[in-house]
């Protein structure tokens, strides 16, 4: 039932240079796994500081390894529904990791 991946991309927001490291895509698996960003055509952050909407577009397919170069940047102001999206997307799957990690723990009978 996946939402999204983690996406191993950092960079410093444009506006206010804040460190930018919890991007995201659902291009993959949805399955909480860690990507690299030439293995997805679409990622986003917003920046925690600002808002600051940043999100990458492939520019177009390509075969040979991705550079971030082949990529659009789109930067925005985030609505507040973006904003919130992101962060409950991130807070859920926080919360997940703590139940499912209380499950195991559960069936080792601690
Ligand atoms: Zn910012």
Redesign the pocket.
Same mark, same amino acid.
């Given at each position: 039932m996946g939402m999204f991946d983690d996406v191993k991309f950092k960079m410093k927001?444009p506006? $206010?240079k %804040?460190k930018m490291d919890n991007f995201q895509s659902k291009d993959g698996d949805c399955a909480m796994f860690l990507l690299e960003f030439w293995e997805v055509n679409n990622f986003y952050d917003s $920046?925690h500081? $600002?808002n %600051?909407w940043v999100e990458f577009f492939l520019k177009k397919k390509m075969n040979k390894k991705r550079t971030i170069q082949d990529y659009e940047r789109v930067v925005k102001i985030s609505t507040d529904e973006e904003e919130k999206a992101h962060r409950k997307k991130y807070n859920d799957f926080a919360e997940m990791l703590k139940i499912g990690k209380f499950a195991l723990n559960k069936e080792n009978g601690q």
């Amino acid at each position: 039932m996946g939402m999204f991946d983690d996406v191993k991309f950092k960079m410093k927001c444009p506006k $206010c240079k %804040t460190k930018m490291d919890n991007f995201q895509s659902k291009d993959g698996d949805c399955a909480m796994f860690l990507l690299e960003f030439w293995e997805v055509n679409n990622f986003y952050d917003s $920046c925690h500081n $600002c808002n %600051t909407w940043v999100e990458f577009f492939l520019k177009k397919k390509m075969n040979k390894k991705r550079t971030i170069q082949d990529y659009e940047r789109v930067v925005k102001i985030s609505t507040d529904e973006e904003e919130k999206a992101h962060r409950k997307k991130y807070n859920d799957f926080a919360e997940m990791l703590k139940i499912g990690k209380f499950a195991l723990n559960k069936e080792n009978g601690q």
